[in-house]
């Protein structure tokens, strides 16, 4: 089943001679379940795909549909609803809430979706992320790799349809790097979630389903373990 | 790059963004400071000038004291100028007359005659008594200046300066003869050597003024000629030299030469302006003074103390990547301090110099709106002390509220900055959720309450504001009473009866009505000292008439009940409320009519009439039918009719209603004391409005920028918070909710020390000088407050549509 299609992406920064054509007309599809890998150079428009991929950017020209819908299409506060319902991130510098503990930075966008965070659900996640003892800890007091681990809880606590994470491990060590792709895909074969990751790590890039390249703005399916679905 | 310090310059321009909101505040603080004392100085010395042109440039008069203390006084050397000044007739009841060139036709050139006629000045004219004056050359010329319109002080004691008013009334010119007749009947010849102004007084007695030298003057009391000055009642004006220490003087005058507290008169207009007055009533102005000065201050410096604190965050982390590169706390804590100043220098200049183009334009619109009364303020003046408290209130600010940043960045261990733990850098508060509230909402406020000191700097920058505004209004209240504002009736000519059996007839009204240069007349029938019966008690009332117009205007000044019933409806009255007066509505009155005791029913009371009575049972005013009914009076007319000129009336007009009024009628012109009144009151408003504007705008500014700079410092954290599904409603809640726990906290610690100090104030400046009790400035409360509102609105609407047409991943970069 096709959670995401991106049609003809492109996006361009500048105009005139500083004019950068980040993304040029990228096409592709994930499909559930999926834990794909996208590498490429620094400045090779990585990042501006995973922007407009989520919605955080809006593209200059293209479609991106996520389970079928056109993000695009809606409306601002409609893209912010459905992206905090159906899209989870994880970013490379953590960005978690510095005043807010460990569980209240996990159930924070069940909250922002006035919803009432499922205890059981919270308990597996934070079993699952090794957390249990630190649930009243605050960033500042947890170490690197801890608090990508609260990332991750943070983006699969509203069971999103498809997770982005950029460079999740590009501040960590290798050990911890380690653990958040095993924790990744537990997660993803757990959850049934599609994953989409940038990384320059070749090492953990070969544990995906699927590599695509992105050099200048343009994307290129390397392919990989496509058939071996995560179950 | 030769120096580490030059990185400041460097970093300003990469973060220009960020330090404008910064130096802004400085700015605002600045101006504030330097707008608030410049107008106060620009004021004082507006109303010094004013003061020395209305009151006479002099210190202070000594009464009773002989001629050799006197000498002893005016020989040292801090006393400028003295002059001996007496006056006979001030209250221009006594008979003292002019005679005309005409009539003096017939008496010799020296020495006094008897006999001869009061001068027939106009045709007409009753005649008009005269209020003499007699002091020394110096009076004029340094204490009293601008008083000669025309010709030179009396230069023998055969000569006088005479008030215009005689002379517009009979052609008179320098150089004429005319005489002044005594009591009893002595008649003195002067030849004419100038003109003065007239005094608003003369105009509403309805006299002429002659000015003589002194030993003109003692011709006219040969009596008391050879009698010392305290025996003759003389006094002494005394002007000292230097502003400084002229209390100091006094006290030591008063001291060495044993004069009692009766003995010296201060001019306290004077002296209060320039801080040097003993009464105990300025005493208390000063204090008020010093307290709404110290607030502005205050202001000033939380308003930069918290521009500064919201801007600690970023260059916390920033300090410590220095830190890490090598910089030892000593040079983070230079650079720091040096960064501040680097902002003074911008925004010092930029604040003083909006601060004295505000004072400029303001004294600009106050010349061109009324050149006779601020005719000499200077335009492009500079307030010396509003700089100054501007500049030294700036950098000082600014240095010591940069202190804690740059303590805190020194403080920063390299390691955690290494570790990519910068935020962690800042203290923060955990948060703790609770239900009562939407998750945005309650958000918002644990960002307000995280930082325990920008919460206080905020509620203390929004309070201040309060405060500031509703001390200052206490200034409004303290003007009302202390310039007693034009009431509607105030009329500019009165035509009164000098017997209660000859009336001002009702055909003058009528034929004052058709004259063009009348804009209103309106009569009062006035029977004083009715006896009547009031709340069982016997005694007097002073029973009034009023017509439509009068009654109208009483509605303004009601207290309780109705004006209208008693309009329509005879047999009823308006009490007015006084200390005489316990009528209340509804009570019931007897009072002594042509027909026996009849009763009045009281509809309403009012705080204020045109009529000072002295009745101990107080005021009654009902309408004319009602007063005739009750008096009996069969022949109609007015004891007092009142007249309101246009614009565009003349002198000429004047005199025309002058020769309508009559000879047996007393005519007062009381043109001169209105403009007098009003001018003072216009200044003084304009002035305290300034304040209040200034104050209020800097208030607006303040809040919108305070939240500004808030939001600016949690952009990043926005964009995380965007980035997991934060919506643009959602936004606007969380930065409304901070911006609204702010206002809150403020506007109730803003609230409940702004009262009090309102009260302080009032008590100060208003209950112990007119004992109106206080009330509170409910009118006031909700202007500040619902400006207050808007601007939280303001300030966030701003920030937050900025922050949501951002793509996440901008404001996520903090772009």
């Known amino acids: 089943m096709e959670i995401l299609r991106a049609e003809n992406l492109g996006k361009i920064y500048g105009k005139g001679e500083a004019k950068v054509e980040a993304l040029k007309k990228v096409s592709f599809s994930l499909e559930r379940g999926e834990f794909t890998v996208v590498t490429g150079e620094s400045g090779s428009g990585k990042s501006t795909l995973l922007n407009c991929l989520g919605a955080l950017d809006a593209p200059t020209s293209g479609k991106v549909y996520v389970d079928g819908q056109d993000l695009f299409a809606m409306r601002e506060e409609e893209r912010t609803i459905f992206r905090r319902r159906h899209i989870g991130f994880i970013f490379q510098a953590f960005q978690l809430v510095p005043e807010l503990d460990v569980e209240q930075n996990i159930v924070f966008p069940l909250l922002l979706d006035y919803r009432k965070p499922d205890t059981e659900a919270l308990e597996e996640i934070l079993e699952v992320l090794g957390l249990k003892d630190r649930r009243r800890h605050l960033p500042g007091q947890l170490s690197g790799g801890q608090q990508q681990r609260v990332a991750i809880g943070r983006a699969l606590i509203t069971k999103p349809k498809m997770v982005l994470a950029d460079e999740p491990t590009g501040n960590l060590d290798s050990k911890n790097s380690q653990d958040v792709m095993e924790l990744l895909m537990r997660a993803s074969r757990h959850y049934q979630q599609t994953i989409l990751m940038i990384t320059h790590n070749m090492n953990l890039a070969a544990s995906a389903d699927r590599v695509l390249r992105v050099a200048d703005g343009i994307l290129t399916d390397l392919g990989g373990k496509a058939d071996e679905k995560l179950s | 790059?030769?120096?580490?310090?030059?990185?400041?310059?460097?970093?300003?321009?990469?973060?220009?963004?960020?330090?404008?909101?910064?130096?802004?505040?400085?700015?605002?603080?600045?101006?504030?400071?330097?707008?608030?004392?410049?107008?106060?100085?620009?004021?004082?010395?507006?109303?010094?000038?004013?003061?020395?042109?209305?009151?006479?440039?002099?210190?202070?008069?000594?009464?009773?004291?002989?001629?050799?203390?006197?000498?002893?006084?005016?020989?040292?050397?801090?006393?400028?100028?003295?002059?001996?000044?007496?006056?006979?007739?001030?209250?221009?009841?006594?008979?003292?007359?002019?005679?005309?060139?005409?009539?003096?036709?017939?008496?010799?050139?020296?020495?006094?005659?008897?006999?001869?006629?009061?001068?027939?000045?106009?045709?007409?004219?009753?005649?008009?008594?005269?209020?003499?004056?007699?002091?020394?050359?110096?009076?004029?010329?340094?204490?009293?200046?601008?008083?000669?319109?025309?010709?030179?002080?009396?230069?023998?004691?055969?000569?006088?300066?005479?008030?215009?008013?005689?002379?517009?009334?009979?052609?008179?010119?320098?150089?004429?003869?005319?005489?002044?007749?005594?009591?009893?009947?002595?008649?003195?010849?002067?030849?004419?050597?100038?003109?003065?102004?007239?005094?608003?007084?003369?105009?509403?007695?309805?006299?002429?003024?002659?000015?003589?030298?002194?030993?003109?003057?003692?011709?006219?009391?040969?009596?008391?000629?050879?009698?010392?000055?305290?025996?003759?009642?003389?006094?002494?004006?005394?002007?000292?030299?230097?502003?400084?220490?002229?209390?100091?003087?006094?006290?030591?005058?008063?001291?060495?030469?044993?004069?009692?507290?009766?003995?010296?008169?201060?001019?306290?207009?004077?002296?209060?302006?320039?801080?040097?007055?003993?009464?105990?009533?300025?005493?208390?102005?000063?204090?008020?003074?010093?307290?709404?000065?110290?607030?502005?201050?205050?202001?000033?410096?939380?308003?930069?103390?918290?521009?500064?604190?919201?801007?600690?965050?970023?260059?916390?982390?920033?300090?410590?990547?220095?830190?890490?590169?090598?910089?030892?706390?000593?040079?983070?804590?230079?650079?720091?301090?040096?960064?501040?100043?680097?902002?003074?220098?911008?925004?010092?200049?930029?604040?003083?110099?909006?601060?004295?183009?505000?004072?400029?334009?303001?004294?600009?619109?106050?010349?061109?709106?009324?050149?006779?009364?601020?005719?000499?303020?200077?335009?492009?003046?500079?307030?010396?002390?509003?700089?100054?408290?501007?500049?030294?209130?700036?950098?000082?600010?600014?240095?010591?509220?940069?202190?804690?940043?740059?303590?805190?960045?020194?403080?920063?261990?390299?390691?955690?900055?290494?570790?990519?733990?910068?935020?962690?850098?800042?203290?923060?508060?955990?948060?703790?959720?609770?239900?009562?509230?939407?998750?945005?909402?309650?958000?918002?406020?644990?960002?307000?309450?995280?930082?325990?000191?920008?919460?206080?700097?905020?509620?203390?920058?929004?309070?201040?504001?309060?405060?500031?505004?509703?001390?200052?209004?206490?200034?409004?209240?303290?003007?009302?009473?202390?310039?007693?504002?034009?009431?509607?009736?105030?009329?500019?000519?009165?035509?009164?009866?000098?017997?209660?059996?000859?009336?001002?007839?009702?055909?003058?009204?009528?034929?004052?009505?058709?004259?063009?240069?009348?804009?209103?007349?309106?009569?009062?029938?006035?029977?004083?000292?009715?006896?009547?019966?009031?709340?069982?008690?016997?005694?007097?009332?002073?029973?009034?008439?009023?017509?439509?117009?009068?009654?109208?205007?009483?509605?303004?000044?009601?207290?309780?009940?109705?004006?209208?019933?008693?309009?329509?409806?005879?047999?009823?009255?308006?009490?007015?409320?006084?200390?005489?007066?316990?009528?209340r509505a509804g009570d019931v009155i007897l009072v002594q009519g042509s027909q026996g005791m009849e009763e009045i029913r009281i509809v309403g009371v009012v705080t204020e009439c045109p009529f000072n009575g002295t009745a101990e049972g107080g005021t009654v005013i009902c309408s004319e039918e009602t007063f005739d009914n009750l008096t009996g009076e069969t022949k109609s007319g007015y004891t007092v009719v009142d007249i309101q000129?246009?614009?565009?009336?003349?002198?000429?007009?004047?005199?025309?209603?002058?020769?309508?009024?009559?000879?047996?009628?007393?005519?007062?012109?009381?043109?001169?004391?209105?403009?007098?009144?009003?001018?003072?009151?216009?200044?003084?408003?304009l002035f305290i409005y300034g304040f209040l504007v200034v104050i209020a705008l800097i208030a607006v500014f303040n809040i919108v920028n305070s939240i500004a700079m808030s939001v600016s410092s949690r952009k990043t954290q926005y964009g995380i918070f965007r980035a997991v599904g934060l919506g643009s409603g959602q936004l606007w809640r969380m930065v409304a909710a901070e911006a609204a726990t702010y206002a809150v906290s403020g506007g109730v610690c803003g609230c409940t020390l702004g009262l009090w100090l309102n009260r302080l104030l009032f008590q100060s400046l208003v209950t112990s000088r007119w004992g109106e009790p206080w009330q509170a400035p409910l009118w006031e409360l909700s202007v500040i407050l619902v400006m207050m509102a808007l601007s939280v609105v303001l300030a966030v609407s701003g920030p937050v549509r900025k922050i949501r047409d951002m793509p996440v991943v901008d404001v996520l970069g903090g772009k």
């Open chain 2, 645 to 685: 000129l246009t614009r565009e009336a003349s002198e000429k007009d004047v005199q025309e209603i002058r020769q309508m009024a009559g000879p047996q009628a007393v005519f007062s012109d009381s043109r001169m004391g209105n403009n007098n009144v009003r001018g003072s009151f216009y200044s003084f408003g």
């Open chain 2, 1 to 583: 790059m030769k120096s580490y310090l030059k990185l400041v310059p460097i970093s300003a321009r990469v973060h220009r963004k960020q330090n404008r909101m910064c130096i802004f505040c400085i700015v605002l603080a600045v101006f504030l400071i330097t707008v608030i004392f410049g107008m106060a100085d620009m004021f004082i010395r507006s109303q010094m000038i004013e003061a020395r042109e209305r009151y006479g440039n002099w210190h202070v008069i000594l009464k009773n004291v002989d001629e050799e203390t006197a000498a002893l006084i005016c020989a040292r050397p801090e006393v400028r100028t003295s002059s001996w000044y007496g006056v006979l007739n001030y209250s221009g009841q006594e008979d003292y007359t002019l005679l005309s060139p005409r009539d003096m036709a017939g008496v010799e050139e020296k020495g006094s005659v008897s006999g001869g006629e009061p001068m027939d000045l106009e045709e007409n004219a009753a005649d008009r008594k005269v209020v003499i004056c007699g002091a020394e050359e110096s009076f004029l010329r340094e204490i009293m200046e601008d008083e000669i319109q025309e010709g030179v002080f009396p230069r023998s004691e055969r000569e006088v300066l005479v008030t215009q008013n005689a002379s517009a009334l009979s052609g008179l010119r320098i150089g004429d003869r005319i005489g002044i007749r005594t009591p009893d009947k002595e008649t003195y010849p002067f030849v004419i050597s100038g003109f003065m102004k007239n005094t608003s007084k003369i105009m509403e007695d309805d006299t002429y003024g002659v000015f003589l030298s002194s030993e003109g003057f003692h011709l006219l009391s040969p009596s008391l000629e050879n009698e010392s000055a305290s025996v003759r009642d003389d006094v002494l004006y005394l002007q000292f030299s230097g502003d400084r220490r002229i209390r100091e003087i006094i006290d030591g005058i008063k001291a060495q030469y044993g004069l009692s507290v009766e003995q010296i008169g201060e001019n306290t207009a004077l002296l209060g302006l320039m801080g040097q007055s003993g009464e105990a009533f300025m005493t208390r102005i000063y204090g008020a003074a010093a307290l709404l000065f110290f607030l502005v201050m205050l202001a000033g410096i939380l308003m930069i103390t918290s521009s500064l604190n919201s801007n600690v965050a970023a260059r916390t982390e920033f300090y410590g990547m220095l830190r890490c590169i090598g910089a030892t706390p000593e040079q983070v804590i230079r650079l720091v301090r040096k960064e501040a100043l680097y902002w003074c220098r911008t925004a010092i200049p930029l604040g003083v110099a909006a601060g004295v183009a505000v004072i400029w334009a303001l004294c600009g619109i106050l010349r061109l709106l009324g050149p006779a009364y601020f005719g000499k303020m200077p335009v492009f003046g500079l307030s010396v002390p509003g700089i100054l408290v501007g500049v030294l209130a700036g950098i000082g600010t600014v240095l010591l509220a940069a202190q804690t940043p740059a303590r805190r960045a020194s403080r920063v261990s390299p390691l955690a900055v290494v570790s990519g733990n910068a935020g962690g850098l800042k203290p923060v508060r955990p948060w703790a959720y609770a239900r009562s509230f939407k998750v945005d909402t309650a958000l918002g406020i644990h960002h307000a309450r995280a930082s325990r000191k920008n919460f206080l700097l905020m509620t203390g920058s929004f309070a201040l504001s309060i405060m500031l505004f509703l001390s200052f209004s206490v200034t409004v209240d303290f003007m009302n009473h202390a310039l007693t504002p034009m009431r509607p009736w105030a009329e500019d000519l009165s035509v009164i009866s000098p017997d209660p059996a000859h009336p001002i007839e009702e055909s003058l009204v009528s034929a004052l009505k058709e004259n063009p240069a009348v804009k209103r007349v309106y009569g009062r029938k006035v029977a004083s000292g009715t006896p009547a019966v009031t709340g069982g008690t016997k005694g007097t009332i002073d029973l009034v008439s009023y017509e439509e117009h009068q009654f109208e205007w009483a509605k303004k000044y009601l207290l309780e009940g109705s004006v209208k019933e008693v309009f329509g409806q005879t047999g009823t009255g308006l009490a007015v409320s006084g200390p005489q007066g316990g009528i």
